[in-house]
């Protein structure tokens, strides 16, 4: 049985309620800005490199650096920590979390009182595009990560470079190996050894500024404008290769709930954002000073003595980077599989305490294979920057349209103003995006294949749970005449409790049918519960459980959770009893499900292709009672041929 299609739970969004001390804010550098703050490894690097045809000069390193730190602060510092943040869903963050909220600005009235459903289908096409995207970033960052780390080898010794792809593969599998176990006894240590990276890069970055204090020309946004004007033809590939700086600042936002804004905010613009451009800035002051610095400018600024211990750091942190990625596809398969874009998938809690903390194993296996794959495809960090960036420049650019449409249509902000704002975050987006169209050639077609197979399978999926719940209305017997029909001919009643899970609590469950007549028996008490996945990240207790007594001992129940929560039905059944007053036992209630499998006939407006694609999704699907958390000594489950 699927989970019945999300709905909306109308609820301002709130603000996150974490404390903004410092060790949450250590805490955040260790999960959030992994990704972002790995970047200095190789984002400069590729800015100089010779194929872009830009001739090595003081005044295009300078350029190159002006690029970089005016990015930095309108992508990351203005966009997101500013800006994007402030999109607060009930204190999660993220791209679908931003999409509910976009969905629900978009469905509702305007001051007419008109609704606008085209509105709505192209917010959710926006977001799910983005979570597609998504995807292809997290097959790319763990590989480009740890290989740049472990590249450091080869400054060391020319000799180890036959080392580098063996051992970047088995830091790879020892990181994919070790997910089952959850991050939440890792993660203690990620913040103190991110703090250290973050000291490390900004100490080696100042102390060659200090030697060199002319690159601090680059603070000029003029530089930035000279170097575009002067090199229009080069431009666009220059553009590709700076992007590489920004990639991780849309982490700052789908961690969010993790700490809340503010821990966040402070982390970045007191620890982050001041190392990374004095490690920019320092890298740019070495290629001045000793141009052959430029084939690794990053492992350079590094005296003999201190490089393996730093080669070692590196490895940690881009480790940490990857970690953060794959623990964020994870939570969003969840989040998918929760709002009915996916089918189900085994979801394994690593965590007591914090819900989004879980393990996919599904999604972990592909994603190993992807990367080691891509690690020995590529083989360098190099050839892999010229698949990166693509599919988080078109995340990017959801993510303004999106939060553009949430301050206009739920804060109501000044329409003038939210458009204007748009608009110079959209062309900033854009110019990356056409920038990052020129490595499509050379490997960024692969993650817009991965984000296309995305696509199909939520759309097809959502789809296709929609159409066989449709044929499905059209056979279901009203729940109330059927308990009216019981005075007439009551049946055997069996002790004890069963649970019938149904796509609408109003109507007989197939599950209940096939039961009473193959067994001729009806339990004492009977819950027909219908699950509704909220477009919230947590229901409130109160708004949890809608119960209806139907006579009989028999009860229609309505059971709302969010896309951060388990669907624990054990659990919400306990929450019933405890509110109802009714006499439940755990050992005495049995679960029953039914399982749609579709027939020969075509679905309507399904092609043959893609009903073919869901009927294998459906036959592939996870259980129901892992989904479900049923227990396996209690549970039935009955065939329904479509």
């Given at each position: 049985?699927?989970?019945?299609?999300?709905?909306?739970?109308?609820?301002?969004?709130?603000?996150?309620?974490?404390?903004?001390g410092?060790?949450?804010?250590?805490?955040?550098?260790?999960?959030?800005f992994?990704?972002?703050?790995?970047?200095?490894?190789?984002?400069?690097?590729?800015?100089?490199?010779?194929?872009?045809?830009?001739a090595?000069?003081?005044?295009?390193?300078?350029?190159?650096l002006?690029?970089?730190?005016?990015?930095?602060?309108?992508?990351?510092?203005?966009?997101?920590?500013?800006f994007?943040?402030?999109?607060?869903?009930?204190?999660?963050?993220?791209?679908?979390?931003?999409?509910?909220?976009?969905?629900?600005?978009?469905?509702?009235?305007?001051?007419r009182?008109?609704?606008?459903?085209a509105?709505?289908?192209?917010?959710i096409?926006?977001?799910?595009?983005?979570?597609?995207?998504?995807?292809?970033?997290?097959?790319?960052?763990?590989?480009?990560?740890?290989?740049?780390?472990?590249?450091?080898?080869?400054?060391?010794?020319?000799?180890?470079?036959?080392?580098?792809?063996?051992?970047?593969?088995?830091?790879?599998?020892?990181?994919?190996?070790?997910?089952?176990?959850?991050?939440?006894?890792?993660?203690?240590?990620?913040?103190?050894?991110m703090?250290?990276?973050?000291g490390?890069?900004?100490?080696?970055?100042?102390?060659?500024?200090i030697?060199?204090?002319?690159?601090?020309?680059?603070?000029?946004?003029?530089?930035?404008?000279?170097?575009l004007?002067?090199?229009?033809a080069?431009?666009?590939?220059?553009?590709?290769?700076?992007?590489?700086?920004?990639?991780?600042?849309?982490?700052?936002?789908?961690?969010?709930?993790?700490?809340?804004?503010?821990?966040?905010?402070?982390?970045?613009?007191?620890?982050?954002?001041?190392?990374?451009?004095?490690?920019?800035?320092?890298?740019g002051?070495?290629?001045?000073?000793?141009?052959?610095?430029v084939?690794?400018?990053?492992?350079?600024?590094?005296?003999?003595?201190?490089?393996?211990?730093?080669?070692?750091?590196?490895a940690?942190?881009?480790?940490?980077?990857?970690?953060?990625?794959?623990?964020?596809?994870?939570?969003?398969?969840?989040?998918a599989?929760?709002?009915?874009?996916?089918?189900?998938?085994?979801?394994?809690?690593?965590?007591?305490?914090?819900?989004?903390?879980?393990?996919?194993?599904?999604?972990?296996?592909?994603?190993?294979?992807?990367?080691?794959?891509?690690?020995?495809?590529?083989?360098?960090?190099?050839?892999?920057?010229?698949?990166?960036?693509?599919?988080?420049?078109?995340?990017?650019?959801?993510?303004?349209?999106?939060a553009?449409?949430?301050?206009?249509?739920?804060?109501?902000?000044?329409?003038?103003?939210?458009?204007?704002?748009?608009?110079?975050?959209?062309?900033?987006?854009?110019?990356?995006?056409v920038?990052?169209t020129?490595?499509?050639?050379?490997?960024?077609?692969?993650?817009?294949a991965?984000?296309?197979?995305?696509?199909?399978?939520?759309?097809?999926?959502?789809?296709?749970?929609?159409?066989?719940?449709?044929?499905?209305?059209?056979?279901?017997i009203?729940?109330?005449?059927?308990?009216?029909?019981?005075?007439?001919?009551?049946?055997?009643?069996?002790?004890?409790?069963?649970?019938?899970?149904?796509?609408?609590?109003?109507?007989?469950?197939?599950?209940?049918?096939?039961?009473?007549?193959?067994?001729?028996?009806?339990?004492?008490?009977?819950?027909?519960?219908?699950?509704?996945?909220?477009?919230?990240?947590?229901?409130?207790?109160?708004?949890?459980?809608?119960?209806?007594?139907?006579?009989?001992?028999?009860?229609?129940?309505?059971?709302?959770?969010?896309?951060?929560?388990?669907?624990?039905?054990?659990?919400?059944?306990?929450?019933?009893?405890?509110?109802?007053?009714?006499?439940?036992?755990?050992?005495?209630?049995?679960?029953?499900?039914?399982?749609?499998?579709?027939?020969?006939?075509?679905?309507?407006?399904?092609?043959?292709?893609?009903?073919?694609?869901?009927?294998?999704?459906?036959?592939?699907?996870?259980?129901?009672?892992?989904?479900?958390?049923?227990?396996?000594?209690?549970?039935?489950?009955?065939?329904?041929?479509?």
């Amino acid at each position: 049985m699927a989970s019945a299609p999300a709905v909306p739970v109308p609820q301002g969004a709130s603000a996150s309620a974490h404390p903004a001390g410092p060790a949450l804010m250590v805490a955040a550098l260790g999960v959030v800005f992994g990704d972002i703050g790995t970047s200095p490894l190789y984002a400069f690097k590729e800015t100089l490199n010779s194929e872009h045809g830009v001739a090595f000069t003081t005044g295009a390193v300078l350029g190159l650096l002006s690029l970089i730190f005016w990015g930095l602060m309108v992508v990351v510092t203005l966009k997101y920590v500013v800006f994007v943040l402030r999109a607060d869903h009930d204190g999660e963050g993220g791209i679908l979390a931003l999409q509910a909220l976009a969905r629900h600005a978009a469905g509702s009235p305007d001051r007419r009182g008109r609704t606008h459903p085209a509105m709505v289908t192209a917010t959710i096409g926006l977001g799910l595009l983005g979570a597609a995207m998504f995807y292809g970033d997290s097959l790319i960052t763990p590989a480009i990560s740890v290989l740049s780390a472990v590249e450091g080898l080869e400054v060391q010794a020319p000799a180890l470079q036959r080392w580098v792809i063996p051992l970047t593969l088995v830091i790879l599998v020892l990181l994919f190996m070790v997910q089952r176990r959850g991050t939440g006894a890792v993660g203690k240590v990620f913040g103190p050894v991110m703090l250290l990276w973050f000291g490390t890069l900004g100490v080696s970055g100042a102390m060659q500024v200090i030697e060199q204090p002319a690159v601090l020309e680059a603070l000029d946004p003029r530089h930035a404008v000279r170097f575009l004007v002067e090199h229009r033809a080069q431009s666009l590939a220059v553009l590709g290769a700076v992007f590489l700086a920004f990639t991780g600042g849309e982490a700052l936002y789908a961690d969010m709930g993790h700490f809340g804004a503010r821990p966040i905010r402070l982390a970045w613009l007191l620890i982050a954002l001041p190392a990374l451009v004095l490690n920019y800035f320092g890298q740019g002051a070495l290629v001045l000073a000793d141009p052959q610095a430029v084939d690794n400018p990053f492992f350079r600024l590094f005296p003999s003595w201190a490089l393996l211990p730093v080669v070692g750091l590196a490895a940690m942190a881009t480790v940490i980077a990857s970690q953060a990625v794959i623990s964020g596809a994870f939570s969003l398969t969840a989040q998918a599989m929760r709002l009915g874009y996916l089918p189900r998938m085994r979801v394994v809690q690593t965590s007591g305490e914090s819900i989004g903390q879980v393990y996919v194993p599904v999604i972990n296996w592909l994603l190993m294979v992807g990367v080691l794959l891509l690690v020995l495809g590529f083989r360098s960090s190099s050839a892999l920057s010229a698949a990166y960036g693509i599919a988080v420049s078109i995340t990017m650019v959801t993510t303004t349209l999106l939060a553009g449409l949430v301050a206009w249509r739920l804060w109501h902000w000044n329409r003038v103003a939210v458009l204007l704002g748009v608009i110079v975050f959209v062309g900033v987006d854009l110019a990356f995006v056409v920038a990052n169209t020129l490595k499509v050639a050379d490997g960024g077609w692969l993650t817009l294949a991965v984000a296309v197979v995305a696509m199909v399978l939520f759309s097809t999926w959502a789809k296709g749970v929609r159409l066989t719940r449709a044929e499905l209305v059209a056979e279901l017997i009203p729940l109330p005449d059927f308990v009216d029909s019981l005075v007439l001919e009551m049946p055997f009643r069996a002790r004890g409790t069963a649970v019938f899970l149904t796509a609408d609590a109003l109507s007989v469950p197939h599950a209940l049918l096939h039961n009473l007549h193959h067994n001729q028996v009806l339990h004492e008490q009977v819950f027909v519960m219908q699950m509704l996945a909220c477009e919230t990240p947590r229901v409130p207790a109160r708004e949890r459980i809608e119960a209806q007594n139907l006579g009989h001992g028999i009860w229609a129940v309505k059971v709302r959770y969010g896309f951060m929560e388990p669907p624990n039905v054990p659990e919400f059944v306990r929450m019933l009893a405890y509110q109802k007053g009714l006499a439940v036992e755990s050992m005495a209630t049995s679960y029953f499900i039914s399982r749609a499998s579709l027939g020969r006939r075509r679905l309507p407006a399904f092609s043959g292709m893609r009903q073919a694609l869901f009927s294998w999704l459906q036959r592939n699907a996870g259980r129901a009672s892992d989904y479900f958390h049923l227990p396996e000594n209690r549970l039935v489950e009955m065939g329904q041929r479509l």
